[in-house]
């Protein structure tokens, strides 16, 4: 938790800046990017993360390879972890960045688990029906899971609505203990 209430601050920070030079979208996949590309590697991840390598060394070299390649405020955003020793922050500062971003669009996450994958006009007219009832916009993550035998399973936030054959077995058992 005080991990991901000091990421907010510096994701915060971050969307600040790149939202006053119109540059969200670019930041945030500018992140995702640098983090990809630390974290491919079991070397340079270790080097990133390693406390006891000189901060200096850590800013020269992500300096010399990702300076002109990516956003200069995604770039000194890296750079400040590494001068505070908060690199583990990055995947989490990313994250509520993210968060930010969706915020800013006014759209919130949806995520639809099925057994297999929803045709795009199904997905898309369920997420139309679902926008039209709550009033909101959702940004949709589709996920595949072999366990659900059948029908859907939608998570808005802290809601949930489980459609699926397990959750009606269970709720079916439910209603037959509270009986008794």
């Known amino acids: ?55 200096y060394r850590k800013e020269s070299a992500l300096s010399a390879v990702f300076n002109g390649k990516v956003d200069d405020i995604a770039l000194h955003s890296l750079l400040l972890l590494v001068r505070k020793h908060r690199e583990s922050l990055l995947r989490e500062l990313i994250a509520q960045y993210r968060v930010l971003e969706r915020q800013a669009r006014g759209a919130e996450p949806l995520i639809v688990v099925t057994a297999k994958p929803l045709a795009a006009g199904e997905l898309g007219e ?29 998570t808005m936030g802290d809601r949930r609505i489980d459609g699926t054959v397990a959750g009606r077995l269970e709720e079916l058992s439910r209603a037959l203990f509270a009986q008794n």
């Open 1 to 55: 938790m005080a991990n991901e209430t000091l990421a907010r601050r510096y994701a915060t920070a971050v969307f600040s800046l790149a939202e006053e030079r119109n540059v969200v979208a670019k930041v945030g996949k500018d992140l995702q990017s640098l983090t990809d590309a630390i974290y491919a590697d079991s070397t340079t991840a270790a080097f990133f993360t390693a406390p006891i390598v000189d901060r």
């Open 126 to 154: 369920m997420v139309a029906r679902l926008e039209k009832v709550y009033g909101k916009t959702f940004e949709v993550t589709q996920r595949v899971d072999a366990d659900v035998i059948g029908g859907v399973r939608i």
